[in-house]
Structure formats: structure tokens, C-alpha cells
């Protein structure tokens, strides 16, 4: 199968990023292209646990501190409970054996999926590419529109 | 119209599923042939309301209680105010003459749409096969991989 | 490019309000004939800010007063803190020249992106026409059906 397909990942939300991730991996392991478009808090799953960046304004370092940095930290979407309902899909996600988030970026990546963190929203949100996993591609919404167009499949998520 | 349509519900908001089945029903009545897959927080849509399951880890027990069962009990994605926005809605709907999501479904079933339960979110979330709906199916992300490249409309709510 | 793309707004918060109408305006310079149908609490983005409506049941005007009227009023669907998080987000994207969801609004219209309110939704949550803002169409589910089989990006947000 030679189906293009394209995620935009919106959320954050470590379930959302969860089925992102597991829907990108099934695809390309069915042959499919698949590119994945991080936007808006989708972005925080992107992000590295430690970096120093200078020269931000102190309100985007504020609202940086506020966003959860990586996929170690990100929440549920519902049943958050302050972070024990993400406690519990993790430990029940071990129990069954399933990837973590972690391992499913992972997975992607050597599967060749390719990650497009949204420049636009970068800019506004105040991260810049330093702060995000290498290895990635930056685009806009016309990079995303090109794939889109070509793709069979494309989700919101 | 032969086209297929494909539905994620990921979602278990009763605002959500609505619009799931609202979609899913005129799909089907203009003859698309049309599966929805239930996954995550999705899946409560198709709980039953009274089962009792042996043999549950009591982790599994007490996320499965924190979780609605059912299109009853199901709260609003926005301004649920503790039930009382599902309420509100509720009294609109039959004010309106809106079928309620339970009709949605039956209307659904009655037509045809294949409901497919996540095997994979089933295995994390702790819910076997006899906690939901009868005459539903089973699969994974390649059984709606499968659908979804066939598919002309696929959505993920 | 000659591909439609079809919008399913069913989120009224300013963040995906935004994703939305910047995905749809990219599509329709790209030459995309483009839809967007908003439906539930999307309906809150099309809403004027000051209409008396008489003629309504007094739960219609309660449901109608706790929901925002209009992209000022709209909070964002994460970090919203009490509308804060929604003060943030409007003076990064002031800072970064961004433009607002107004004028992403009015930047659609220009470009001829067709704004359909989905009727169903009007009537469950009391919304009259003379609410919404002038120049938009009025639809149910099939007309949104109609679109979507003829589309090549059909998004639900």
C-alpha cells in the first residue's frame, strides 16, 4: 500500500498523543508514508525535558514553565486527577505490555515517519527549535496542505 | 453513494457521540457503508450498565467504576457543571424532538454500521468483551487501517 | 488545486477556533473551494455579541448567556485559568503579528470560504439566526454529507 497519510496532533493530552502515535506506527507499517504535524499544545509532546534557552520574554517563560515538556509529562485528557489518572494508564499500560509514549515516538521515528513541529504556533507559544527533540522538521499550515492533498488519510486529533 | 466512511470515537462525551452517531446515521441513510471504532474513552458509549466481572485486578475495578457506563450517564465535553450542562441538554434534545444517543444507536445498529470496539484500549482501560453491548465487533488499529485507506470520509471525534 | 475541504467546527474554544479558520484560509488560497460547518459549541464562534432575541424558553436564555458570544469571548480548551490562559495566548499572538480570530473570520469570508450553522445544533442549544452573524448559510447533517464525498481533506475539530 502506497497511501499517503497525515496526523495533525493538536493535543497534548498524553491518551490523544497516545492514539496519535499508535495510528502513525500502524500506518507506516503498512507502507504508508505517514507525516505527523504538531501544533498548539500538540508541541509539548515535542519537547525536550531540559533546556536552557536565553533571550525569551519573561512571559513566554512563563507560560513555557506551565507546559508540560515531553511525554513523560503530559496528562490525560480526561480523568487527569491531578495526574493520577495518567499514573494509572501508565501502570496499566505496563501491565499489558504496551509501548510507552516514549517508545512510540521512538518506534516512528525509525519507522521513518516524519515529525513537522508548526512554526506558527511555535512562535506564538514562545518555543523555539532548540527546545524540540532533534531530528524534526519545522513547517506551516501550507507544508501541512501540500501533504494533506496527496494523502488518502488525514485526522485531527 | 457506495462511499465508505470510517468514525474514531475517542471520545466519550455525550456531546461528542451525538455528533458521532448524527454523522455515522446520515452516512448510512444516504448508503455509505460505515464502521465507527470505539477507543479510549469512547468505548463507555457501548458499556452496559450492570455487569459484574470476575477475576478484575482492583485497580481495573476502580477505574472501570470512575468511568460512565452507558449513553445515560454520559457528561458534556463544555459546561457539564457537574451533569447539570448533560441535563440542560437532555431537556432540549426531548423538547425538540432530538433522539436521545440511545436512539442514535439502536438507529445505528438497525441500519447496518459496524461498531468496533479497540481491542487495545479494551486490554489498558481493564474492559472485557461481556462489559459491552452485544453484537458488537472486535479489532485493532490494522482492522481500521484497512477501512479507513477504502474509506472516502474518516473522521476522528 | 481544485480539491474541496470540508471543516467540522464542533469546538468553540479559541484555540481550535483558530486551528480551524487558519487551516481553512491556507486551503483557500491554495485555490480549495472550502466549507466549514459549525455545529454545538463551534455555533459560539458565530454568535453576535448583542442581539435581543425574544420568544425564548427561559432555560434556552440561561443556556444562552453561560456560553460566549463571539471570537472575544471564547477561552482556550487547555491552560484556560479563568480566561487568563486566553489573555496570554492573545498578547503572544499580538507580539508575533499574528492575527486574531476576527480577523481570520473576516479573512475567510474575503476569500469566499462558505460558513454553514448546523440547524440541528441551533435548535437543541436555542440558537436563532438572527444570533449568528450575517452572510453565513444554514444546514443539517446531509448537506454536510453532500460536501464531505466530494472533498479530498475533510477534518473534524
Known amino acids: 500500500m502506497a497511501d499517503k497519510t497525515t496526523i495533525i496532533v493538536f493535543s497534548g493530552d498524553l491518551d490523544k498523543a497516545m492514539a496519535s502515535f499508535i495510528i502513525a506506527n500502524g500506518a507506516a507499517a503498512m507502507g504508508s508514508e505517514v507525516t505527523m504535524f504538531f501544533t498548539f499544545w500538540g508541541l509539548n509532546i515535542l519537547r525536550k525535558e531540559n533546556v536552557k534557552v536565553r533571550k525569551k520574554h519573561w512571559m513566554e517563560k512563563l507560560f513555557g514553565a506551565m507546559m ?90
Request: hydrophobic share 45%; aromatic share 6%.
Open 68 to 157: 508540560p515538556k515531553g511525554p513523560e509529562k503530559l496528562g490525560l485528557s480526561k480523568m487527569n486527577m491531578g495526574g493520577l489518572g495518567g499514573k494509572m494508564m501508565k501502570w496499566a499500560m505496563r501491565r499489558k505490555n504496551v509501548s510507552t509514549l516514549a517508545q512510540l515516538i521512538e518506534m516512528a521515528r525509525e519507522q521513518g515517519v516524519k515529525l513537522v513541529a508548526c512554526t506558527m504556533s511555535m512562535d506564538v507559544l514562545g518555543i523555539q527549535p532548540e527546545e524540540l527533540i532533534d531530528g524534526i522538521d519545522f513547517g506551516g499550515v501550507a507544508a501541512y496542505l501540500g501533504e494533506a492533498y496527496d494523502a488518502k488519510l488525514n485526522l485531527f486529533i
